[in-house]
């Protein structure tokens, strides 16, 4: 499984092989980070947009800013961490190309753990989003009294049905 380690060698299509993974991952973490401004812009406009009186509704906006700055943060790890990894994925392609193979070997190595750092900082940041959708769904049950045995999903189809019937009529 290491033989290209222990032989000190590794061929172009090695380090290529992850350029083209690191890309892909950087694109999807991209993707969140716009997506996540875009949801903090949002919240903002709302929150300068309620009532002081309605303390909770403000509150609960804030809550979920601060928690989107915790997933912006960890986003931008995970686009640092993968950023390197894509730099040192293409340095060990030249180091390859210009015949230093040992280099190359090392240089892939470290850019395989950055890689690995950066997909544990997604790990952590879906671990937090798990959490925060969860409360939502926990805060729209008791918004609307559903018990447990309810779910979400019948107020959604239920709400459904109700949009459908206004645009009939």
């Known amino acids: 499984m ?13 380090p290529a092989v992850l350029f083209s993974a690191i890309s892909l991952v950087m694109l999807a973490y991209t993707n969140r980070f716009i997506a996540y401004t875009q949801l903090v812009r949002n919240l ?4 300068d ?3 002081e009186e309605n303390a909770r509704v ?4 804030l809550a979920q800013i601060e928690t989107l700055r915790q997933r912006l943060k960890l986003t931008r790890r995970m686009q640092w961490f993968g950023s390197c990894s894509l730099f040192l994925c293409v340095l060990s392609m030249f180091v390859i190309y210009i015949g230093f193979q040992l280099v190359a070997v090392y240089l892939f190595a470290v850019a395989l753990l950055l ?5 544990m900082f ?3 940041e879906i671990q937090i989003s798990s959490h925060s959708l969860e409360l939502h769904l926990t805060e729209l049950k008791k918004s609307h009294n559903l018990h447990e ?3 979400v999903s019948h107020l959604i189809i239920s709400k459904t049905k109700k949009g459908v ?3 009939i009529h």
Do not use: G
Not at 9 to 14: K, R
């Open 49 to 51: 947009s309620e009532p």
């Open 122 to 124: 997604s790990v952590w």
């Open 115 to 119: 890689l690995v750092i950066s997909l």
């Open 58 to 61: 403000c509150e609960n906006i």
């Open 44 to 47: 903002k406009d709302r929150y």
């Open 149 to 151: 045995e309810e779910s």
């Open 165 to 167: 019937k206004k645009i």
């Open 2 to 14: 290491f033989d290209f380690i222990a032989s000190n060698e590794i061929s172009l299509t090695t």
